[in-house]
């Protein structure tokens, strides 16, 4: 019976945290025109791409703060445009 009941609470919080990014995702649709959606999924990609770059070519230490601030830039931008916090925790 315990069991019976954990397994309930599970999938009752699973189900409870899809319906959440369901309805994150269904906000931006909604509030935001796609290309901004895919030019802040392309943004976030840019600082992983400098990183492997700039990597042989200059000090680690040099291009991990290069990737940090383009971090920084990505979630200023999503701070900026107030996008759905849920997706940061």
């Known amino acids: 019976m315990l069991i019976?009941?954990?397994?309930?609470?599970e999938i009752k919080a699973k189900r409870k945290k899809a319906?959440?990014?369901f309805w994150?995702?269904?906000y931006i649709?909604?509030?935001y025109l796609e290309p901004i959606v895919l030019a802040l999924l392309w943004l976030s990609g840019i600082?992983?791409?400098a990183y492997l770059k700039l990597s042989p070519q200059c000090s680690p230490l040099t291009a991990l703060l290069i990737y940090g601030f383009g971090i920084i830039t990505v979630l200023s931008v999503w701070f900026y445009l107030d996008l759905p916090k849920s997706w940061i925790d």
């Open 29 to 31: 649709e909604k509030k």
């Open 4 to 9: 019976n009941n954990k397994v309930k609470k």
């Open 24 to 26: 994150t995702c269904n």
């Open 19 to 21: 319906s959440k990014i």
């Open 47 to 49: 600082p992983l791409l």
